[in-house]
């Protein structure tokens, strides 16, 4: 048999074994449903989904502890994947400098074939298996980084590659798939995979397992972020106002949290030159900007430490 066809047994085998890839008779007469049915039934399938991403909540906090850790030494998350995959990953690492007023490098998405992947399709770019070892070398790859692969079959070879490389780096490795036992589950240091089953068109993995994938990617930054101080109470207080909504929710947010009136709130964000954490913190302790900057770098950042600093 010539290795081509070879190729081709091997791998319908092994797509034959992923759960993602299983097709149900129960779904065969979705064409013949009304609208209000289709969306029910699709809506249905969904509601499993944040199950089994709760199944795997010790995976997740692991991940998480690991993140934080290594952004506390300067370290940065490197998010890889192909397709529907490499877009959670890309949507997420955009997200953070506006919600959490982080720098850009600190979280960065990776698609394989490149930017113009992100909204066509590039033919055959998730099977070059050296592609993301390339941009990872490219970011000069440290054992103090984390690399999180996402795949939904995690059998994707950019995927695979990109966390192999990792691994000799020394970097922290974490896997998102939607298969048990996957490939990319057994190159990372943590597996979160999270099995959605089959989807409810058959190999349209941007359906549950793109949902499992938003949720967890979610959870990685936000809860990371909330460690390392982001928030303050259940609010985020290192936004970066850079419009008339963002600049209206500053003053909103030490209004309400400081318990002032949008007056004292503005002027205390002038005098904070509009950072959100040191109005609070000046309002909260009294203390000036520069004493209450200095406490704010002491306590690395974390609001209710430098409160409680100042005391």
Do not use: W
């Not at 993301?132 to 970011?139: G, Q, V």
């Amino acid at each position: 048999m010539p290795n081509d066809d070879l190729r081709l047994t091997e791998l319908l085998d092994e797509l034959s074994r992923l759960s993602t890839e299983d097709s149900t008779t129960e779904r065969g007469d979705l064409d013949l449903l009304e609208t209000v049915d289709l969306v029910r039934a699709m809506n249905a399938e969904d509601r499993g989904v944040p199950d089994a991403v709760a199944a795997r909540a010790a995976e997740i906090a692991a991940a998480v502890d690991g993140i934080t850790a290594r952004f506390r030494r300067g370290g940065r998350l490197i998010y890889i994947g192909a397709g529907t995959a490499g877009r959670v990953g890309v949507l997420d690492a955009s997200e953070c400098p506006p919600t959490f007023g982080t720098d850009p490098s600190m979280v960065v998405g990776l698609i394989a074939g490149g930017e113009t992947a992100i909204r066509s399709a590039v033919e055959n770019a998730e099977d070059d298996a050296d592609a993301a070892e390339r941009s990872l070398r490219d970011l000069d790859l440290a054992e103090r980084d984390v690399v999180v692969g996402i795949s939904a079959s995690g059998r994707t070879p950019y995927v695979v590659g990109g966390l192999r490389y990792a691994r000799r780096t020394g970097a922290l490795t974490v896997a998102i798939a939607s298969n048990d036992h996957s490939a990319i589950g057994a190159e990372a240091d943590v597996a979160i995979e999270v099995t959605t089953g089959p989807e409810f068109i058959s190999g349209s993995t941007r359906l549950k397992s793109g949902t499992a994938q938003k949720l967890v990617v979610n959870m990685l930054t936000t809860l990371s972020m909330i460690k390392l101080g982001k928030t303050y109470r259940g609010v985020m207080v290192d936004l970066v106002a850079t419009n008339e909504k963002l600049r209206a929710r500053s003053i909103r947010t030490v209004s309400q949290l400081a318990g002032v009136g949008t007056e004292e709130a503005s002027d205390a964000l002038a005098a904070a030159d509009g950072s959100v954490k040191l109005a609070l913190l000046m309002l909260a302790t009294g203390a000036d900007a520069d004493a209450a900057a200095s406490a704010l770098a002491a306590a690395d950042g974390i609001l209710r430490e430098a409160i409680a600093s100042l005391a």
